[in-house]
T-cell receptor, first 115, second 115 residues
Framework: AQTVTQSQPEMSVQEAETVTLSCTYDTSENNYYLFWYKQPPSRQMILVIRQEAYKQQNATENRFSVNFQKAAKSFSLKISDSQLGDTAMYFCAFMKRQGAQKLVFGQGTRLTINP | EPEVTQTPSHQVTQMGQEVILRCVPISNHLYFYWYRQILGQKVEFLVSFYNNEISEKSEIFDDQFSVERPDGSNFTLKIRSTKLEDSAMYFC?????????????FGPGTRLTVL
C-alpha cells in the first residue's frame, strides 16, 4: 500500500517570499504520478502541479515548481513570489500509473500568506 | 469554466438514517469518484465509477454505501444507515477518462454530521 506524509501541518510566510512545502511518500511501485492540490478556504480542490515519476525533469507551472527526488521518495512544492491568493490548504497526492485511478493523499499543509 | 457541484453543502442526520449525497460531474467526464475526509484526518478514496459500474472501491466502502448515476447528470452516494463515524466531508470528483495522468476535478464537498 502507498502512504503519503506531509510533516508540516501549518506554515506562514510574508507576501512575495518563497515557501517550500514538504511531502514524502512510500511505495513499491516504479511508475506513478505525484500531485499537489490546493484547496482555498471554502472552495474546491484544484490541481496545482503534476509530476510523472519516470520523468527526471522537475515539473514547473509559473510560480510553482517541484523538487522530485525519486530515490528519497520526496516531492516538495516550492511557491515563488507568494501571493495572498496562495493562502490555502495544500495536499500532496500519489497515484499508481497502472490500475486503480485513486488518489492517495497526505494530511495537508495549511499555508497562510501574510500581507 | 465547468465545475463539479455538490449538494447539499451541509447535511445533518440522525444515526441510523439514510442519506443521499448528490454530485453533478463535469458534463463530458466519464469517470466519477467519491472521497471523504474525517475531521483532522487525510482525504481517503471511497469508490470510482465508470460506465454505470463500480471500477474500484476501498475497504471503507462496505455494504452500507452505494453509488448510482440515476440520470445523465447526477452521481449520488447513498449511506443506508448512518453511523457516528460517517461524519466527514465527502468530496465528489470527475475526470474525462481514468488514465492516471488525467486530472480529477473536485467538487466543494458535503459536510455530513451524524448525531
Amino acid at each position: 500500500a502507498q502512504t503519503v506524509t506531509q510533516s508540516q501541518p501549518e506554515m506562514s510566510v510574508q507576501e512575495a517570499e518563497t515557501v517550500t512545502l514538504s511531502c514524502t511518500y512510500d511505495t513499491s511501485e516504479n511508475n506513478y504520478y505525484l500531485f499537489w492540490y490546493k484547496q482555498p478556504p471554502s472552495r474546491q480542490m484544484i490541481l496545482v502541479i503534476r509530476q510523472e515519476a519516470y520523468k527526471q525533469q522537475n515539473a514547473t507551472e509559473n510560480r510553482f515548481s517541484v523538487n522530485f527526488q525519486k530515490a528519497a521518495k520526496s516531492f516538495s512544492l516550492k511557491i515563488s513570489d507568494s501571493q495572498l491568493g496562495d493562502t490555502a490548504m495544500y495536499f500532496c497526492a500519489f497515484m499508481k500509473r497502472q490500475g486503480a485511478q485513486k488518489l492517495v493523499f497526505g494530511q495537508g499543509t495549511r499555508l497562510t500568506i501574510n500581507p | 469554466e465547468p465545475e463539479v457541484t455538490q449538494t447539499p453543502s451541509h447535511q445533518v442526520t440522525q444515526m441510523g438514517q439514510e442519506v443521499i449525497l448528490r454530485c453533478v460531474p463535469i458534463s463530458n467526464h466519464l469517470y466519477f469518484y467519491w472521497y471523504r475526509q474525517i475531521l483532522g484526518q487525510k482525504v481517503e478514496f471511497l469508490v470510482s465509477f465508470y460506465n454505470n459500474e463500480i471500477s474500484e472501491k476501498s475497504e471503507i466502502f462496505d455494504d452500507q454505501f452505494s453509488v448510482e448515476r440515476p440520470d445523465g447528470s447526477n452521481f449520488t452516494l447513498k449511506i443506508r444507515s448512518t453511523k457516528l463515524e460517517d461524519s466527514a466531508m465527502y468530496f465528489c470528483a470527475s475526470s474525462v477518462w481514468g488514465a492516471s495522468d488525467n486530472e480529477q476535478f473536485f467538487g466543494p464537498g458535503t459536510r455530513l454530521t451524524v448525531l
